[in-house]
T-cell receptor, first 112, second 116 residues
Framework: SQQGEEDPQALSIQEGENATMNCSYK?????LQWYRQNSGRGLVHLIL?????REKHSGRLRVTLDTSKKSSSLLITASRAADTASYFC????????????FGQGTILTVHP | SAVISQKPSRDICQRGTSLTIQCQVD?????MFWYRQQPGQSLTLIAT?????????ESGFVIDKFPISRPNLTFSTLTVSNMSPEDSSIYLC?????????????FGEGSRLTVL
């Protein structure tokens, strides 16, 4: 599992449906981030949630964080075919600067 | 957002050869980071490239295998030396997106290497 493990490993849905991906981690964190990767290309930063936050929204994205359970979820509402990608959670920052520990990722396929 | 250009975008290499990947950024940054993504896997940090000093390597990565140059604040190279098929991966350059403390990163498009 990812320092985090991501769950599910793969998710296939229809356009318009919501997609929920989960991430668990093992150590205490400063923040948790979510990234998207299209077709094995570069990663794009989606959203960051700090350890003292429980929920955060950005457009169609909603992220939750439960530090007591060491877990986070990413919800994409009203999914589109263009959301098809791999999604990774990542922990790090603070004195670790650019050293992020990524999860194994969830492959999301949105069918038109 | 920053523009990060990586070259080559992909290459097919022969076993035993070396390949240098270039990373050019459109802004000056103190730290640049090199990550590796093996097929079907997640990303792992190889090293942090600091301008004016030796790169800092993570556990499992050594300078002889992955020499890094950082001649100025906008450019870095990563060389994959004496390649074997196990080195087939996507190599990604990244820079801080906001403050260093947040850990948020911009990534280049990656260099996909296939070693035969």
């Amino acid at each position: 599992s990812q320092q985090g493990e991501e769950d599910p490993q793969a998710l296939s849905i229809q356009e318009g449906e919501n997609a929920t991906m989960n991430c668990s981690y093992k150590t205490s964190i400063n923040n948790l981030q979510w990234y998207r990767q299209n077709s094995g290309r570069g990663l794009v930063h989606l959203i960051l949630i700090r350890s003292n936050e429980r929920e955060k929204h950005s457009g169609r994205l909603r992220v939750t964080l439960d530090t007591s359970k060491k877990s986070s979820s990413l919800l994409i509402t009203a999914s589109r075919a263009a959301d098809t990608a791999s999604y990774f959670c990542a922990t790090g920052g603070g004195t670790s600067y650019g050293k992020l520990t990524f999860g194994q990722g969830t492959i999301l396929t949105v069918h038109p | 957002s920053a523009v990060i250009s990586q070259k080559p975008s992909r290459d097919i290499c022969q076993r035993g050869t070396s390949l240098t990947i270039q990373c050019q950024v459109d802004s000056q940054v103190t730290m640049m980071f090199w990550y590796r993504q093996q097929p079907g896997q997640s990303l792992t940090l190889i090293a942090t490239a600091n301008q004016g000093s030796e790169a800092t390597y993570e556990s499992g990565f050594v300078i002889d295998k992955f020499p890094i140059s950082r001649p100025n604040l906008t450019f870095s190279t990563l060389t994959v030396s004496n390649m074997s098929p196990e080195d087939s991966s996507i190599y990604l350059c990244s820079i801080p997106r906001t403050s260093y403390a947040s850990g948020e990163l911009f990534f280049g498009e990656g260099s996909r290497l296939t070693v035969l």
